[in-house]
């Protein structure tokens, strides 16, 4: 008696950021691969059949999608071709801008502390009250 079947496994392959089609949010996605394998005796042998889908992170909707697509999607998420010309294109600034170390005055400055108390905001007087 021979005993053969098929077994799918799904692997996680990245996860990129896009607007769901589903749900119209800007959420993560996983970019998953569910591999179909030929069985002999319980024992994978070889691939028989290959999906590629994203799952919404958001609404946990999937969508089917090509390999190029999935491909596209992961080199975009881990900074490609495609993030790295529109990174060129597109400096970032520093937030808060970067200080020379140490500073010039040859001290190091102290750090600001807020006054003791709340005081209270002034409001410009508002003419006719």
């Known amino acids: 008696m021979i005993i053969y079947g098929w ?14 089609a589903q749900c119209q949010n800007p959420a993560a996605h996983v970019v ?5 394998k030929f069985t002999l005796f319980w ?3 070889f691939p028989i059949g290959s999906k590629w889908f994203t799952q919404c992170t958001f609404c946990a909707a999937a969508n089917k999608i090509t390999k190029a697509e999935a491909q596209q999607a992961m ?3 881990q900074g490609g071709p ?5 990174q060129q294109m597109q400096p970032q600034a520093q937030y808060p801008p970067q ?5 010039q005055s040859g001290q190091f400055a102290q750090p600001q ?4 108390g709340y005081p ?5 007087q508002q003419p006719g009250r």
């Open 7 to 20: 077994r799918t496994k799904v692997h996680d392959r990245g996860t990129a950021t896009f607007v769901c």
């Open 43 to 45: 024992i994978p042998l």
């Open 99 to 103: 200080q020379p170390y140490p500073p």
């Open 32 to 36: 998953r691969n569910a591999v179909k």
């Open 120 to 124: 209270q905001q002034q409001y410009p």
């Open 82 to 86: 495609a993030q790295a010309a529109t």
């Open 113 to 116: 502390y807020p006054q003791q």
């Open 75 to 77: 080199n975009t998420a």
